[in-house]
């Protein structure tokens, strides 16, 4: 394995602490970590805290603990994204140098109403206070001008992917009315500043990268690789965001998660693995994971159990 440092690869898990790590959530961990270390790299955690409201209280806490429990053992400290608000605000001084920032005075229901046809990833900004806030309006949240061509990228399962980010989500939030600083910023702030180069995640923000991609762009920083795994469905459709009774308790059953994180991966596991304790698991994925087996396919459903 390569001695950690400034030019090793690195890649991360970015929880939101809104409730336990579940299967859904593991799926993340464990193709982030194995690629990490299969590469010879770094591996971080940050904890993405940044909307207190959304927040479980404990559940950060506790997403770290099972994390340990199943030996996927981070790098280094981890970040809380609840005390980088200087790194975020120093972001959006930069972006507003550039002239890309402007004040926005629309509430939702205004922006739902004067766009009622949803872009790919929602209703998209009309562009309303573009050129200024409309007289008597007050500032309530911070957009950036998007431009009107297509961001593309290589993603390491989905291959190329593109988006025109003014057709398919206008102008976004950097700054939340209620003075959040939004995700997609902290994303990319975080990310830069850890080193990241690997980004491996759920599918569900394969359609937000383009904007992180141009965010990265217009700061100046370096683009990642990106990895985007398949999503764990119920049979309804619901993403899985608990956990499912008694085989989802990683202290009691944490090889058997880890196996079927793995397989969910496209990873064939030697026979000699299929009852081997997490860690273990983990050490032949750390040296033999193979992102090239990972499902081309944004999301698959489990069984009702969460198997
Ligand atoms: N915090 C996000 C989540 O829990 C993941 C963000 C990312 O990996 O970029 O879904």
Known sequence: MAVPGRCAPTGRFAPSPTGPLHFGSLIAA??????????????????EDLDA?????????????TLETLGLCWDGDVLRQSLRHEAYHEA??????????YDCACSRREILASAPHPGEEGPVYPGTCRSGLPAGRLPRAVRIRVPDRVVEFDDGVFGRCGQNLASAVGDFVLRR????FAYQLAVVVDDAASGVDQVVRGADL??????????????GLPVPAYWHLPLALHADGSKISKRHGEGDDPLRHGGDLVRRALEWLGQEL?????AAPSAELLAWGGAFFDAARIPKKTQIVVDSAGK
Not at 177 to 180: K, L, P
């Open 30 to 47: 464990v193709g982030s970590y194995c690629l990490a270390r299969r590469t010879g790299g770094r591996w971080l955690v940050r904890i």
């Open 53 to 65: 409201p959304r927040e479980v209280p404990g559940a950060a806490d506790d997403i770290l603990r």
């Open 92 to 101: 959006l001084g930069r972006l507003r140098d550039r002239g890309l920032l």
């Open 177 to 180: 009315a209620d003075g959040v």
């Open 206 to 219: 394969l359609g937000s990268t383009p904007r992180q991609i141009f965010l990265l762009e217009s700061l």
């Open 270 to 274: 030697p026979g000699e693995l299929r």
